[in-house]
């Protein structure tokens, strides 16, 4: 199993940014997606979780509105559109997959909202 993000970097308060995650190694269309993020100094959080099909999102309260997660289930890709950053935004995004019994993590990509 393996997941490489990609698409992170600095980026100025009220920008944007899109956030790639590659997959291979097991069957893509049969797992959750999800992102998390972790800023220096607190614990990992979700930030967003598509269902295997993509049929289903769910948003942390903090990113709603402004964060769009999506799948290409044929491409084995999923992204984060990430609009409208804030500095408190700043932290290194990972990239999850989970299933039942089965979870794996990509090597996360950083992400820094600053003037």
């Known amino acids: 199993v393996q997941l490489v993000e990609s698409g992170g970097g600095l980026v100025q308060p009220g920008g944007s940014l899109r956030l790639s995650c590659a997959a291979s190694?097991?069957?893509?269309?049969?797992?959750?997606m999800s992102w998390y993020r972790q800023a220096p100094g607190k614990e990992r959080e979700l930030v967003a979780y598509?269902?295997?099909?993509?049929?289903?999102?769910n948003y942390a309260d903090s990113v709603k509105g402004r964060f769009a997660i999506s799948r290409d289930n044929a491409k084995n890709m999923v992204y984060l559109q990430m609009n409208s950053l804030k500095p408190e935004d700043t932290a290194v995004y990972y990239c999850?997959?989970?299933?039942?019994?089965?979870?794996?993590w990509g090597q996360g990509t950083q992400v820094t909202v600053s003037s």
């Open positions: 190694g097991f069957t893509f269309s049969r797992y959750r």
């Open positions: 999850n997959a989970w299933r039942t019994g089965v979870q794996s």
């Open positions: 598509i269902s295997s099909t993509g049929g289903s999102t």
